[in-house]
């Protein structure tokens, strides 16, 4: 399998503090591939630095071969690329249609069409449509910015925590519904998530970030079954 993205010798900076440190990553066509570690390790800048959103960066970024650390953040859509950054990010007032339609003018004709499909993944929102958006529940409002995602129908989509705050029942539904959709689109996945157990479980792969640089890597299996994964992160049991 070839890879979809390769990340090289990646140095991220804010201001004149140094993030990342000659970071190598990639991921392969319909992978799900986690990032985890502990806090300050610099995973969300991992993900804002591949969608060019930090100030500073130095290293290579490529999507199917292609060079794209320097394409602006928001042209980075049509190359495929969707990110749905820690928080929630929807639009409170709006109503949840119309959180989706502001994607309107890069999906024109086809957005109808493409909102449907969003809305047979996640019936909730099909149900709440002309709620705002601010209304939904923690969990709702991460499937909404994850329909969001969706929509242009990405080859990579970054997820920073989509558990984060989340109830137990809701984080294992989120979980669920990510895996059944790289099953059926065999969409690849790079997600940050601070259950580093569950994060495992659903990973093909996963990286172990430390102080901005890598630790370890392996597949999710072999990663749960380290030892000094276990003992860091999984909480030795
Ligand atoms: N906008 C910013 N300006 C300055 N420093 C920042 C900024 N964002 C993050 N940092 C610093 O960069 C380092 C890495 O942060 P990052 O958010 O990438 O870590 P993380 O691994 O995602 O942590 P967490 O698990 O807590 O989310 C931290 O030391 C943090 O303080
Ligand atoms: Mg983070």
């Known amino acids: 399998m070839s890879n979809l993205l390769t990340i090289k010798n990646l140095n991220a900076w804010y201001d004149q503090a140094q993030i990342l440190h000659q970071v190598n990553m990639h991921v392969k066509e319909g992978e799900i591939v986690s990032i985890i570690g502990p806090n300050g390790a610099g995973k969300s800048t991992c993900l804002k630095a591949i969608a060019n959103l930090v100030p500073r960066k130095e290293g290579n970024i490529f999507l199917q071969g292609k060079e794209i650390s320097t394409i602006a953040s928001h042209h980075l859509v049509k190359e495929g690329i969707s990110f749905v950054p820690q928080g929630r990010s929807v639009f409170p007032s709006l109503r949840v249609e119309e959180n989706l ?54 080859k990579l989509l970054l997820m920073d925590e989509p558990t984060l705050g989340l109830s137990p029942k809701m984080k294992k ?65």
């Open 173 to 237: 539904l989120i979980f669920e519904k990510v895996k059944e959709i790289n099953k059926e689109t065999r969409l690849a996945i790079l997600m940050v998530e601070q259950n580093a157990r569950m994060a495992l479980k659903l990973s093909d792969r996963a990286y172990v970030l430390e102080l901005g640089r890598n630790r370890l890597e392996g597949t999710g299996e072999e990663l749960l079954h380290d030892k000094e994964v276990e003992h860091l992160y999984l909480g030795g049991h």
């Open 101 to 154: 339609e502001l994607l309107g003018f890069i999906l024109k004709k086809d957005l109808d069409k493409r909102i449907k499909e969003v809305y047979s993944q996640f019936p909730v929102l099909a149900d709440k449509k002309k709620q705002k958006a601010g209304l939904l529940s923690g969990g709702e409002q991460q499937m909404l910015a994850l329909g969001r995602a969706l929509l242009i129908k990405p």
